[in-house]
């Protein structure tokens, strides 16, 4: 399996914004710069998390972002699932009908074990 750009770079930035610990915003621009990521990817990366209250934004000249949630609260398999849109590494894991194979097929079930188990570890891994 291989996972997209924005869930690699999403954890990156998850991770850096809980190693520098701050209790001032951070703003994105420094994470893009420490993490050498494009700033513009970055803006597109964050939108979800602050959907998701995982990360809040302040305005203004000492404005930026901050964790909104502690390190060890925050799992690196709620990020990934957040960014990757769910946690099954194929289609018809989550939505058998997806596929015209899927009643009689026998890999069905190897890769929703895969899929639970791919997750079950990411999820005991937090960002503290």
Not at 25 to 37: D, V
Request: hydrophobic residues 35%; positive net charge; proline residues 3%.
């Amino acid at each position: 399996m291989k996972l997209s750009t924005r869930s690699r770079y999403g954890t990156r930035l998850i991770l850096d914004m809980a190693k520098q610990n701050s209790k001032t915003p951070i703003q994105l621009g420094e994470i893009a710069r420490r993490q050498n990521i494009s700033l513009k990817y970055l803006e597109q990366i964050i939108r979800p998390l602050k959907r998701a209250n995982y990360i809040k934004s302040f305005r203004g000249s000492k404005g930026g972002h901050l964790l909104n949630r502690n390190p060890e609260d925050i799992t690196v398999g709620e990020v990934v699932a957040l960014l990757e849109g769910s946690t099954y590494l194929t289609a018809c894991s989550k939505n058998p009908k997806s596929c015209s194979r899927s009643d009689k097929c026998l890999t069905r079930f190897l890769w929703m074990e895969a899929s639970q188990a791919f997750f079950n570890r990411l999820n005991q891994i937090t960002f503290a």
